[in-house]
């Protein structure tokens, strides 16, 4: 019996165990760290055999193939000694897909993909199609497919760690919305590794398939050179242009392959420069899915958005508080600063990920009114912002944070939380951040 080993258990992981148990493996769970007890009930229930806070070498180097959760770094010493032996790594992902003949729309990008992913699946929901919602959101594909789950389509977000391991995937439709730096910490601080995660989502593409990019992306072009992509080339952007299948042009949101589509670019629900792009990407994604033009405009119009994400929580004494802790890179920020049209007082800080914070300069002095530091340790932030002439506020909780933010704004402002960084310094993870943020703002 083939004994497949699943590293880390968390939404991924303990998926990827209940798949596999399912299929009649030898299944065992090792995490370094601690379970959730919702996980471990998961485990209980598909009798799978675990281990907490610590790694046996001995049960996980025996396996046949070992299933890698996307949080886990390649150097961690277990995934180096199982390569070192010759032990396949694979992704959740990977494993799953070979488990399901559902058509697999993916998106990736270091910004927008978690927008751009929920928007496709709302308007194939509103379409009627039988369609899952998985990968770096929501549930695992694994576990879907475990459950019995068989949707005809699966909207799948992937981040770069989950391309990382993945091989023989195939994506059906492969969406590439930017590649800017993120996450170097894990790419040894190399732009290009990180940048070849990011292309594998074309691999394995056929002539049936089509790639949707972002063609004003300078790295995206670049790159394109280096593969014989063999899918249908389906580049946008917000000009018209030679070649684009999607554009804005003359206040128009127009879609002309594999048929001509447009509506008012006022219609469409999400606002800001960066969305246009995403609500770009989600169109020709449905429209190459033959969802009718009625059911595209709707939807279009009427997608709420996402949590996390330039979230508008409330307004008081005169300021608007916006939550964007999903901003956890500097091109995030740098999107959420350009759609301000007031004063804003940004929060910002977290764990660094390598960050190069000269991008955001020349909008923060265009835009900011002041700068209020979250983190565990500011010295970073303090030696490249304090210079720009700013009040500034050194924080290390939100409750700390947020008052700072009330003595700072003045009634017209926007105080936004837009971090660029990560969140596990101070919090469980970028939601909670967000979370004790709206908890704290509605509170005032």
């Not at 593409?205 to 790639?211: L, M, Y």
């Not at 009634?411 to 919090?427: I, K, M, N, R």
């Amino acid at each position: 019996m083939k004994r497949i080993v699943i590293l880390g258990a968390a939404e991924s992981g303990v998926g990827a165990a209940a798949l596999a148990k399912t299929k009649g493996f030898d299944v065992f769970v090792s995490d370094m760290g601690k379970i959730k007890d919702n996980y471990k009930d998961l485990l209980k229930e598909y009798e799978v055999d675990w281990e907490e806070d610590h790694h046996t070498e001995e049960l996980i180097l025996s396996a046949d193939e070992i299933v890698k959760s996307p949080g886990i770094p390649e150097n961690a010493p277990m995934v180096l000694k199982a390569k070192e032996i010759g032990i396949p790594i694979i992704s959740e992902i990977e494993f799953a897909g070979r488990y399901t003949n559902a058509k697999m729309i993916c998106v990736t990008g270091s910004n927008g993909k978690t927008t751009t992913t929920s928007l496709i699946y709302h308007i194939f929901k509103e379409a009627g199609y039988n369609v899952g919602l998985a990968g770096n959101i929501g549930r695992s594909l694994a576990l879907q497919i475990a459950e019995g789950k068989t949707y005809d389509y699966y909207i799948i977000e992937l981040s770069s760690f989950q391309l990382d391991n993945m091989y023989k995937f195939r994506a059906n439709i492969a969406i590439l919305l930017n590649i800017t730096p993120d996450h170097l910490d894990r790419y040894d601080y190399n732009m290009q590794n990180y940048t070849d995660a990011k292309m594998r989502i074309t691999q394995n593409q056929t002539e049936e398939d089509a790639f949707v990019y972002w063609a004003d992306d300078p790295v995206i072009c670049r790159e394109l050179k280096k593969y014989g992509i063999k899918a249908q080339m389906c580049p946008f952007s917000i000009l018209k242009k030679d070649g684009m299948i999607g554009y804005i042009a003359d206040g128009q949101y127009v879609i002309e392959k594999p048929t001509p589509f447009n509506m008012e670019q006022e219609e469409l629900s999400l606002s800001g420069k960066h969305n246009m792009y995403n609500s770009l990407a989600a169109g020709i994604a449905a429209h190459l899915s033959g969802i009718k033009d009625e059911t595209l405009r709707k939807s279009l119009s009427d997608f709420e958005g996402v949590e996390h994400r330039l979230e508008r929580v409330a307004r008081v004494g005169g300021v608007q508080y916006i939550n964007d802790s999903k901003a956890t890179n500097v091109d995030a920020c740098w999107y959420a600063l350009e759609s301000m049209t007031t004063p804003t007082i940004l929060i910002i800080g977290g764990k660094d990920k390598g960050n190069d914070y000269s991008s955001i300069k020349e909008l923060v002095k265009q835009k900011c009114a002041g700068l209020v530091y979250l983190g565990a340790d500011n010295t970073k932030l303090h030696n490249f912002f304090d210079g720009m002439g700013l009040p500034v506020e050194d924080t290390h909780s939100m409750k700390e944070c947020v008052a700072a933010c009330v003595k700072m704004a003045k009634p017209g402002y926007t105080v936004l939380l837009s971090p660029c960084c990560a969140s596990f310094d101070l919090f469980k993870n970028m939601e909670d951040r967000g979370d004790q943020f709206k908890t704290l703002v509605r509170a005032l």
